[in-house]
């Protein structure tokens, strides 16, 4: 089982759209919680830290659910810069070790 | 401030050759890495470095040599390289081992022949 698992997509959807992406993760020892967005050929850039209790950055939630060991992101009113992959990312608590998902596509369509 | 740099921004070798692949960062941040970024496979850890003089192997270190001889610099070299070694790399920086926020350079795409 991978330490950190996506659906790679691609999630074609329309502009104005509402769309949720979901992040498992395999170490319960897991610190922290990252969404970071590449954009193509492009370096991945950090989107958001996520919290245990949720957290929102405008059209952005992130929620923690440590209980079944996923994260989440949700995109409200998709727009077409918001097309990228989005990578989870989870850094462990003891070696400090970031481990990287393989991202999901997200396509805005017109 | 220019953030992470990374040198050659493309690069075709022929297996076998040598190269290195530079990487600085003007942030005065400890913690320097290299990742590479494989289709299917996400970011893998090839060696990193906590400061100055200390540099350790990642997850896929074999092939690849690393030196931190000031904290600026972390360049990267391929010893002898071979076709899996196509990809692209990843230089990065954290102000520590223990923050969060990675600082990405804008990659090197290498193709070895």
């Known amino acids: 089982r991978k330490e950190v698992e996506q659906d790679p997509g691609p999630f074609n959807v329309p502009e104005g759209a509402t769309v949720a992406f979901n992040c498992t993760y395999s170490?319960?020892?897991?610190?922290?919680f990252f969404w970071y967005r590449q954009d193509c050929r492009k370096e991945p850039k950090l989107l958001m830290s996520?919290?245990?209790s949720g957290n929102e950055d405008g059209r952005f939630t992130a929620q923690l659910n440590r209980a079944s060991q996923y994260i989440s992101l949700l995109i409200r009113d998709s727009k077409l810069s918001d097309s990228a992959t989005y990578l989870c990312?989870?850094?462990?608590?003891?070696?400090?070790?970031?481990?990287f998902g393989t991202g999901t596509k997200l396509q805005v369509i017109p | 401030n220019a953030g992470v740099t990374q040198t050659p921004k493309f690069q075709v070798l022929k297996t076998g050759q040598s190269m290195t692949l530079q990487c600085a960062q003007d942030?005065?941040?400890?913690?320097m890495s290299w990742y590479r970024q494989d289709p299917g496979m996400g970011l893998r850890l090839i060696h990193y470095?906590?400061?100055?003089?200390?540099?350790d192997q990642g997850e896929v270190p074999n092939g690849y040599n690393v030196s931190r001889s000031t904290t600026e610099d972390f360049p990267l070299r391929l010893l002898s390289a071979a076709p899996s070694q196509t990809s692209v790399y990843f230089c990065?920086?954290?102000?520590?081992?223990?923050?969060?926020?990675?600082?990405f350079g804008p990659g090197t795409r290498l193709t070895v022949t």
């Open positions: 990065a920086s954290r102000q520590s081992r223990q923050s969060y926020e990675q600082y």
């Open positions: 170490n319960s020892a897991s610190q922290s």
């Open positions: 996520v919290y245990s």
């Open positions: 990312v989870v850094l462990a608590r003891l070696n400090q070790k970031v481990t």
């Open positions: 942030m005065n941040h400890e913690y």
């Open positions: 470095s906590v400061g100055a003089g200390i540099t």
